[in-house]
C-alpha cells in the first residue's frame, strides 16, 4: 500500500493588523520553493504583524526551518513582527532547540480574523 503524504499547502489570511501564513503538510525543501514566491507576493503589503502558523504542519526540515527565518529576516526590514504559532510538539522542539541565530518568538493563539 503506498504510503500517503500530505500536500505542502499555504494560505494567506488577512486580520486587521495581521499577515497569517498558515502552512499545512510537510514543510520540506519542496514546500519552501512551492511556497517561498507566494509568500513573497504577500509580505509586499508590509503587514505591522506576520504569524506562520504550523498548525497543520507533519513534517518540518532545515528547508522549512530555513523558510521561516528568511521570512523573519524579510519581516524585520520594515520594522514588522513575526511570529509562530505551532502546537504540533515534534515540530515545536526543532524550532525551540535548533540554534537560529536570534530565537523565534511563539504565540499560543492566532490573531482574530477580520469580520469585514
Not at 5 to 21: E, F, G, N
Not at 58 to 67: E, H, I
Request: proline share 9%; net charge positive; glycine share 6%.
Amino acid at each position: 500500500m503506498p504510503e500517503l503524504i500530505a500536500r505542502p499547502s499555504l494560505k494567506a489570511l488577512r486580520t486587521d493588523d495581521s499577515l497569517v501564513l498558515r502552512i499545512a503538510g510537510e514543510l520540506d525543501l519542496h514546500a519552501a520553493l512551492h511556497h517561498g514566491p507566494r509568500i513573497d507576493r504577500a509580505l509586499v503589503a508590509r503587514p505591522p504583524r506576520t504569524v506562520a502558523d504550523l498548525h497543520g504542519v507533519t513534517f518540518l526540515d532545515c528547508s522549512g526551518l530555513s523558510l521561516l527565518i528568511r521570512v523573519r529576516r524579510q519581516v524585520a526590514r520594515w520594522g514588522g513582527e513575526f511570529t509562530v504559532y505551532c502546537p504540533n510538539r515534534k515540530a515545536l522542539r526543532i524550532l525551540r532547540y535548533v540554534d537560529v541565530g536570534p530565537p523565534l518568538d511563539f504565540v499560543e493563539q492566532l490573531p482574530e480574523p477580520s469580520l469585514s
